[in-house]
């Protein structure tokens, strides 16, 4: 069990703020375990919704929608895809939805046109595990959560598809591993298991970007998700190396700023050492300077991140990013099928 982190006293350097605070009405109540917090998740209305969305969605549809985000790639064999080999007379046993029909009127005959299958390859979710997550966003909202939301809505879509899902966990000290080849109650299941191990110790972003170097399954999609403070130690080196053989997403989930906790008795506590935010550096002039640093740091970070590649989202809730992971799925897959001439 932790107190949800603060900063250091000095509002100075790249690492200020690099934990959040918590309220104080949370305070008051004493110190949350991560286990508690994911045990109301499936009350969670953004879980419900992502549900939801799964349920509606047809299964060529989230094929689709996961193959353009996580770029799908050839496989050299034949079968369903989008490039086209060569054309064959039918036989006996071929599926009658290959026929190509202009080809099959032009020779007189039936005639299946071969296309090239695209693959894809392993769901790799890498998760900041460290004790500066356990911290609220702006928004109030426990950063552990809004992370296992962020991962929710990639594990529904790629589960409804049958991938299987690598789901790894890193901080300072210890590096966990898990797979998911069944369905989403395993899925939650494994989070809730993996949250007795987490939040241990101080995060290690190079422990993380270490272990996604070793993912052996290229061309594969992995989901990197932190909080903003992660993203500024991440090295953008290893990120673009990354990118070079998968496609990355990368979730960045905002903080609450302990400057601007109210001057209560609770205050904000931090999770390394227990103690209060003392009152006296809770100002509008400090709050504000943390937050004018932040915002420069979130933008570079996100400026670095987009140019190489990477798709970036980020927000102080599970509602915020929800809200761009279906907006950018609708938006990618809309210039898409413009790209192919096709109308809705």
Same mark, same amino acid.
């Given at each position: ?35 508690? +917090? *994911?045990?109301? %998740?499936?009350?969670?209305?953004? =879980?419900?919704?992502?549900? !939801? #969305?799964?349920?509606?969605?047809? /299964? ?74 356990? +911290? *609220?966003?702006? %928004?109030?909202?426990?950063?552990? =959560?809004?992370?296992?939301? !962020? #991962?929710?809505?990639?594990?529904? /879509? ?84 990354? =990118? ?101």
């Amino acid at each position: 069990m932790f107190r949800t982190p603060t900063p250091p006293a000095r509002p100075e350097g790249p690492d200020v703020g690099a934990a959040a605070a918590v309220s104080a009405p949370a305070a008051a109540q004493g110190p949350v375990s991560l286990d508690e +917090g *994911l045990s109301a %998740a499936p009350k969670d209305p953004i =879980r419900t919704r992502i549900i !939801a #969305m799964a349920q509606r969605l047809s /299964l060529p549809t989230v094929t689709r929608a996961l193959g353009i985000l996580e770029g799908e790639h050839p496989s050299g064999r034949r079968g369903s895809g989008y490039e086209f080999l060569d054309e064959r007379f039918y036989q006996a046993g071929d599926e009658a939805r290959l026929i190509d029909w202009k080809a099959s009127a032009r020779r007189g005959r039936p005639v299946i046109a071969d296309k090239e299958r695209t693959v894809t390859s392993k769901v790799w979710m890498l998760l900041d595990g460290g004790v500066e997550m356990t +911290g *609220l966003t702006r %928004a109030g909202e426990n950063k552990y =959560r809004v992370a296992f939301n !962020a #991962m929710r809505m990639f594990a529904m /879509l790629s589960l409804r598809r049958g991938d299987d899902i690598t789901i790894l966990a890193a901080n300072k000290d210890d590096v966990f591993r898990a797979t998911v080849n069944r369905d989403f109650a395993q899925f939650d299941q494994t989070l809730r298991s993996m949250s007795h191990r987490l939040a241990k110790s101080p995060r290690s972003m190079k422990q993380l970007l270490r272990c996604a170097k070793r993912i052996p399954d290229r061309r594969s999609l992995i989901v990197i998700v932190s909080d903003e403070t992660g993203w500024q130690h991440a090295s953008m080196s290893q990120i673009k190396a990354l =990118r070079r053989t998968h496609q990355i997403v990368a979730v960045s989930i905002d903080s609450l700023n302990p400057f601007s906790v109210p001057q209560t008795p609770h205050g904000a506590f931090d999770a390394h050492t227990d103690r209060r935010i003392p009152a006296y550096l809770r100002t509008r002039a400090t709050a504000d300077e943390l937050t004018a640093h932040r915002a420069f740091l979130s933008e570079r970070a996100r400026t670095e991140l987009t140019r190489h590649g990477v798709t970036y989202l980020s927000g102080e809730s599970s509602e915020d990013i929800f809200r761009q992971f279906v907006t950018y799925l609708s938006t990618i897959m809309k210039n898409t099928d413009i790209s192919r001439g096709v109308t809705r």
